[in-house]
């Protein structure tokens, strides 16, 4: 099982709205309408707070989302929560499961979808190999390097049956013997839509376009 296949071209999402918390501010009037964007800027600048509102992982303080021609969140009384939303994601902090073992943390996202465990796990195990992580199914994430958690991460991004990828840094940890081979994966991936934050130039090249937040989100 695949990404879920819809009406051919990118997802179009569009963030024009605050984010507050108490140390910080985020004003966005973001437009991603490619099938690949890369995001960059400096640290700190809320690349990685961007995806999480596009996850719905984070709300709006005021302003309107949408994917897809969708409000999926209003800053209001509108917000469809994250499980809702056809979104697959692979943070730079892994995001794995502790208590479960590599496989079914791959799995997971196809379990949610509606598979038998014993589909989900054949497929996990398919994406397992295709990171290069088949010897570690059993193991728990505690048990595995920084490099193979992230590996981990992107394979059940990856597994994951959503219109849209987000990736945060992505390849920040893993080996440049591994590293090439992911980008490819990365970006030839089912999912209509990706957004990439990425301070590797190896990285944005690939996007069909580039989206700067500006250093004044600081």
Known sequence: MSAEVRSPGPVQIEV??????????????????????????????????????IAGLERLKTGELKIDG??????SSTFIAAHQRSVAVAFQ?????????IIDN???PLRRAGLKRAAAR???????????????????????????????????ALATPARVLLLDEPLASVDDQ???????LLINTDHRTVVWVTHDPDDAKFADTTVTLPSNNI
Do not use: M
């Open 122 to 156: 054949g497929l996990a195990a398919d994406h397992l190999a295709s990171v290069g992580l088949s010897e570690v199914a059993i193991s728990r994430p505690a048990q595995l390097s920084g490099g193979q958690r992230q590996r981990a991460s992107i394979a059940r």
């Open 70 to 75: 969708q409000v999926v969140d209003d800053g």
């Open 16 to 53: 024009h709205g605050v984010v507050r918390r108490e140390d910080f501010t985020l004003s966005l009037d973001v437009a991603l309408d490619q099938e690949r964007t890369a995001v960059i800027g400096p640290n700190g600048v809320g690349k990685t707070t961007l995806l999480r509102l």
């Open 106 to 108: 791959v799995a997971y």
């Open 178 to 184: 591994s590293r090439t081979a992911l980008r490819d």
């Open 93 to 101: 902090d892994h995001r794995l499961f502790g208590h479960l073992r």
